[in-house]
């Protein structure tokens, strides 16, 4: 157990919905990243969050946002869903702003299919 | 695009052997991550190790890095079927780029064999 949470496990939802996941990083850890990975594109990084602020975006779409809160915990926003977008989309945190320098604990993930 | 490239794809061994997987990586970078993946869990972290690292040990792990080549290993030594997981490589941009995101790279799918 990496102490980092996800909810939900599961997620199945149709076309041109919008869903939210949750994220709660470990205690302490002040910085989230939320990823997705699928079969073809892999391991994607989406956006990182440190203390409240986005730190870093990667290949994350418009349709896409996401925010972390006073109490750290972060939600990742997924709107228009299109097919495509399913996925598992894991959260990380870490206590460093700097993913490079430190190891990412990460989450039981969130697959979510889109119908 | 894929900073890390790991290979090989997929390796299957018996239990009790060595298995050696290899990460390249294209640009300069300031550290190199391994992780591990079971079957759509969540990844869990092996070893970190720094640009100015040649090698390091873990238990049954040893990393090695050569940034003149920019690759890496892994080793994992007398495998256990339990050692069967997805193995990522995770890099930095180094000084070009954005120190605050690691790329992964696709991985390498082991399966040990009892």
């Known amino acids: 157990d990496s102490g980092v949470t996800q909810t939900p496990k599961h997620l199945i939802t149709a076309t041109g919905q919008r869903v939210t996941l949750r994220c709660s990083p470990r205690s302490g850890d002040l910085s989230v990243y939320w990823y997705q990975q699928s079969l073809d594109q892999g391991l994607q990084f989406l956006i990182q969050?440190?203390?409240?602020?986005?730190?870093a975006k990667g290949n994350i779409l418009e349709r896409f946002s996401a925010q972390q809160f006073p109490d750290l915990h972060s939600e990742l926003n997924l709107s228009s869903l299109e097919l495509g977008d399913s996925a598992l989309y894991f959260c990380?945190?870490?206590?460093?702003?700097?993913?490079?320098?430190?190891?990412?604990?990460f989450g039981p993930g969130t697959r979510l299919t889109v119908l | 695009s894929q900073q890390g490239e790991e290979d090989p794809q997929a390796l299957s061994i018996q239990e009790g052997e060595n298995a050696t997987m290899n990460c390249s990586y294209k640009t300069s970078i300031n550290n190199l991550q391994w992780y591990r993946q079971n079957s759509g869990r969540g990844l869990v972290h092996l070893i970190l190790?720094?640009?100015?690292?040649r090698e390091k040990h873990s238990g049954r792990l040893r990393v090695t890095l050569d940034t003149s080549k920019k690759s890496s290993s892994l080793l994992i030594t007398a495998s256990r079927a339990a050692d069967t997981a997805s193995y990522f490589c995770a890099t930095d941009a180094g000084s070009g780029g954005s120190n605050y995101k690691l790329t992964f790279g696709k991985g390498t799918l082991l399966t040990v064999n009892p």
């Open positions: 990380a945190s870490s206590f460093s702003g700097y993913s490079s320098y430190n190891e990412q604990f």
């Open positions: 969050y440190y203390n409240g602020e986005e730190r």
């Open positions: 190790i720094r640009s100015n690292e």
